[in-house]
């Protein structure tokens, strides 16, 4: 089966806060995911003060192995503010990147960011950092994006926020989640009972965390295969297949593709997301 890590930092920071924004090595975390047996994993950049220049730093490390990884552009709202565009298409069309990465530890998105990736038809991971009621308002304004709320919503094991985002992820069929990070194990299944697999995604939050155990995380819902299926892999190639290399129009409508219409790049679309 395969397995996709949705959720991991790699490259170096310029700050001195916390590892975060200093480094994010990714040698170790190979050899952890390989020994667990993960094929392939989302990177985007450690925090940065230009990350125009960590995202292409970033892309040095796709194209060492381009069959190991897909890269999401990291962007910030505020300083990156009037340039989100151009920074999108440098990542989509030049190297090769999949979806967008957003943090409100730098700021609360913007409608720029979910306009460009609107239309790119990029998928957008956006760490609220336990600010839940974000999502119904990005949500609503945004039903052509798909958002993808790391952590059940709070990396810091707010369980109020997290117990009320699980409500927004099985209202909103544009609103998805990934398991890094999330300590509270029956908050988890709760999330896999009323919002159903097809709406969780695994991930890590590597290099930091390690990948095989928040992989057992996975493992332990105990899920049937076809669900498992979809939490490991088929979730995210079936967000990333809809990305557009070329923006679609302002003026056009917004049409939802299905993500079999067109062949795709990456021959493992086609056989996770058949029946």
């Known amino acids: 089966m395969l397995i996709i890590d949705c959720h991991c930092h790699a490259g170096p920071g310029d ?3 916390g590892p975060w924004d200093t480094r994010a090595p990714i040698k170790d975390y190979l050899v952890r995911a390989t020994r667990a047996n993960i094929s392939r994993t989302v990177l985007f950049a450690a925090f940065h003060s230009d990350y125009r220049r960590a995202n292409r730093l970033v892309a040095r490390i796709i194209g060492l192995h381009p069959e190991r990884f897909y890269g ?4 910030h709202p505020e300083r990156d503010r009037g340039r989100v565009e151009p920074m999108v298409r440098e990542a989509v069309r030049r190297h090769g990147f999949r979806g967008i990465k957003v943090h409100r530890y730098d700021a609360p998105i913007s409608r720029e ?14 760490d609220v950092m336990g600010k839940v009621a974000q999502v119904e308002l990005l949500a609503g304004e945004y039903p052509g994006v798909d958002f993808i709320i790391p952590h059940l919503g709070s990396f810091a094991d707010d369980w109020a926020a997290q117990t009320c985002f699980i409500g927004l ?4 069929p544009n609103v998805y989640t990934d398991t890094s990070g999330v300590r509270r194990f029956d908050l988890l299944e ?6 159903g697999a ?6 890590s ?3 930091w965390l390690h990948p095989g155990v928040e992989l057992a995380k996975v493992r332990a819902l105990g899920l049937p295969s076809r669900d498992e299926r979809l939490v490991l892999s088929g979730n995210l190639l079936r967000l990333i297949s809809r990305v557009r290399p070329k923006p679609r129009s302002p003026a056009a409508p917004a049409v939802r593709r299905s993500p079999l219409q067109k062949a795709a790049p990456d021959p493992w679309v086609a056989r996770e997301l058949s029946p």
């Open 15 to 17: 700050g001195l806060r």
């Open 113 to 126: 960011i979910c306009e460009v990736a609107r239309s790119f038809a990029l998928p957008v991971l956006y």
């Open 205 to 207: 939050d590597g290099p």
């Open 169 to 172: 992820l099985a209202r909103h």
């Open 198 to 203: 097809k709406k969780i995604l695994f991930g």
């Open 72 to 75: 999401f552009a990291f962007v």
């Open 190 to 195: 709760k999330a896999v009972e009323l919002a």
